[in-house]
């Protein structure tokens, strides 16, 4: 044999070979030995040598990346992934850096297939992007896909400040080059229209890549691991959610293309690398950035309607669109919803549906009203001092007649009749918060008819809005002025305020939890109503029903330290203000918290002011300014 025979060699040779023998022996058994491992090892290489983006901490559970195989009908052809940068070390999303770690070089961040390709998984990235205004949004829309254990994601940075803030809480993240302010731009402005266009830049620039690409706003939040859904529809080339307020189907498939009114809505889409998306995604860019008048998304509408229809098929709800040739699904509202869809119509709860996604559109606070709306839903990531204000809460059990919310048809009238006897117990319960400097708990706000921005019967004809509904704060009280700093001098002090359900949110210390005293309304002179002594039993303290500031002050000074302070009622509690500076300020600044309600149809103004002081004023109606000249606030 020749294994026999270079060994009879070996033996009768000089030791220089007998040495050169023996290397090449052990060389070839060593070798042997790795081929063998590699061969029979459970952990393939590449599974071994994740990017420090995506690598998971064993002792945290929110990071586990659970996203299953969704991608298997499709294949692409993936280039395998850059090693990882020398200078990063393998550390989970939300796992802070050491305090002797240097920030790499901005240049280290640029958009590159070897940057995406590290957050990929099964060919999917999902991003989203955003300047530093935008930073809570952000935190929470990432919150919410680690909680879901997805962990393929990567956002844009329109500033430095951004991008260093989500580095040292080592969220994925990659410099957009943008250069933006880093405030908030507000809807429809000049900046606004420019991230717009910073969009359609970005999808142009991933699809290349090859990679399938779920673009978000950062002004919506994921509540469900959308990608087994998206992988449903293998043929489709662009996935993309809508404006539409009126069902087309009551389950989780594609809405019917041909009954779709609302305008497609670009805050949430799916796109897939196809020849037909890459084109559709070249024109897009080009005809914004050759007019800046418009609007991204009146853009993508226009030109995926150049040509709509037929349907792909019978089955799978797509449609053929842009040049004929592009597979278009537009994801059901019901389950990808609307600010109107789930605040508003609730529509998923009623079609017995899970939600994957609900977008803060349909709302008038600007982004103070879409942080409030998720609150209410809480679905917002605070910070924890948030949810324990200096001073403590102060909160109110609401009383409405069922009358006011049942009887009689669901009209302009009546509309006004019941949210004025909230605004009337909402008044009451500011001025004591001001009085006591607590944050007050807004209670459940409940309407008759919807808000709109154009004439309507109340309802929408055709949508599943329940009447009465839980309608949101923004419906009828300008949030975004209750959060704006006015001066003190003319408005008096800052009056914090919640949302209804902060109360009972998970995130709510144990210490607020556990400091409570719930206060009952009594008539001054009835057995146990009396405050001289300012005493409790059972953690309840019996007040006087039409008691003044002086009265208020001296009794709730005793209990300071008690985080929640709950009125039975806040009806006939208090009797005003005894020093006339201090309700004059506080008068100024409360008529400001109301806003409109719109629309009257065949009116010019048709909508109609809420009045804070509304039952002041004998023979208030709730019409709309007659003229022009009557069209201002009541303040």
């Keep these: 044999m020749t294994w026999r025979r270079g060994c009879e060699e070996v033996a009768n040779s000089k030791p220089l070979f007998l040495t050169i023998y023996t290397v090449v022996i052990i060389g070839i058994v060593v070798s042997s030995f790795y081929v063998f491992s590699a061969i029979y090892s459970n952990n393939p ?33 993936v280039s395998t992934p850059s090693p990882m940068p020398q200078n990063e070390s393998p550390m989970a999303i939300w796992d802070v850096p050491p305090p002797n770690k240097k920030m790499p070089l901005l240049e280290d961040f640029k ?47 329109m500033d430095t400040k951004l991008l260093e803030a989500l580095y040292w809480k080592r969220i994925p993240v990659f410099d957009m080059g943008s250069h933006m302010s880093t405030v908030d731009v507000g809807w429809g ?9 910073e969009k359609v830049i970005l999808i142009d620039s ?3 890549f090859g990679f399938e690409l779920l673009m978000c706003d950062t002004d919506m939040v ?14 489709a080339d662009v ?9 087309t189907v009551v389950d989780d498939s594609l809405e019917v ?5 609302g305008a497609y809505n670009i805050g949430i889409f799916h796109w897939r690398p196809t020849e037909s998306a890459k084109k559709l995604a070249k024109q897009w860019k080009e005809m914004l950035l050759a007019d800046d008048k418009i609007w991204d998304q ?8 150049r040509q709509l229809g037929p349907s792909v098929d019978e089955e799978s709800g797509l449609v053929f669109a842009f040049d004929g040739k592009l597979k278009l699904g537009i994801l059901p509202a019901s389950i990808f919803c609307s600010g109107h869809t789930y605040f508003v119509q609730a529509m998923y709860q009623q079609l017995r549906l899970e939600p994957y996604a609900v977008h803060t559109t349909f709302q008038y606070g600007g982004t103070e009203g879409k942080r409030h709306r998720l609150r209410e839903a809480k679905l917002f990531l605070d910070p924890p001092e948030y949810y324990n204000p200096p001073g403590g809460f102060l909160s109110f059990k609401p009383y409405i007649p069922k009358s006011m919310l049942l009887s009689g048809e669901h009209n302009v009238e009546s509309h006004f009749t019941l949210v004025n006897y909230q605004i009337k117990q909402i008044r009451a319960a500011l001025a004591i918060a001001s009085l006591l400097n607590r944050t007050l708990v807004m209670p459940p706000l409940w309407c008759r008819i919807d808000r709109l921005w154009y004439a309507h019967p109340g309802i929408l004809e055709g949508s599943m809005t329940r009447q009465p509904f839980l309608c949101p704060l923004d419906h009828v009280f300008e949030v975004n002025v209750m959060l704006k700093k006015l001066p003190e001098e003319e408005f008096g002090p800052q009056i914090d305020f919640r949302e209804y359900s902060i109360l009972e949110n998970p995130s709510l210390p144990s210490e607020v939890k556990n400091s409570w005293l719930d206060v009952q309304l009594c008539k001054e002179g009835t057995q146990d109503c009396d405050v001289s002594n300012g005493t409790t039993v059972g953690g309840v303290l019996k007040f006087p029903k039409h008691s003044n500031e002086e009265t208020f002050m001296k009794v709730f000074s005793s209990f300071k330290d008690v985080k929640v302070i709950k009125f039975s009622s806040v009806q006939d509690a208090f009797t005003g203000f005894t020093n006339k500076e201090k309700e004059d300020k506080f008068r100024n600044r409360v008529k400001r918290y109301v806003g409109i309600w719109c629309c009257v149809p065949d009116h010019d103004p048709g909508h109609i002011y809420y009045d804070m002081y509304w039952d002041e004023k004998p023979g208030w109606k709730a019409i709309p300014p007659q003229t022009s000249n009557d069209d201002r606030p009541p303040w």
């Design 45 to 77: 290489p590449s599974a071994q040598s994740s990017s420090w983006l995506s690598s998971m901490s064993s002792g945290d559970p929110r990071v586990m990346d659970q996203t299953p195989n969704v991608s298997q009908a499709v294949v692409h052809t």
């Design 222 to 235: 994921w509540l469900k691991n959308p990608l087994p859904y998206l992988a449903r529809y293998p043929e």
């Design 189 to 197: 402005s000049p900046t606004f229209h420019k991230m717009g266009r």
């Design 298 to 305: 009146n853009g993508f509408n226009d030109i995926v309607h």
């Design 257 to 261: 293309w041909q009954e779709v009114s």
């Design 206 to 208: 991933i699809l290349p």
């Design 239 to 247: 996935l993309t959610s809508s404006d539409q307020v009126i069902p």
């Design 111 to 157: 958009l590159t297939k070897e940057l995406v390709q590290q957050r990929v998984k099964d060919n999917v990235v999902i991003v989203t992007f955003g300047n530093h205004a935008f930073m809570d949004f952000i935190l929470t829309w990432v919150k919410q896909l680690t909680d879901l254990g997805v962990s393929n994601f990567l956002v844009g940075a």
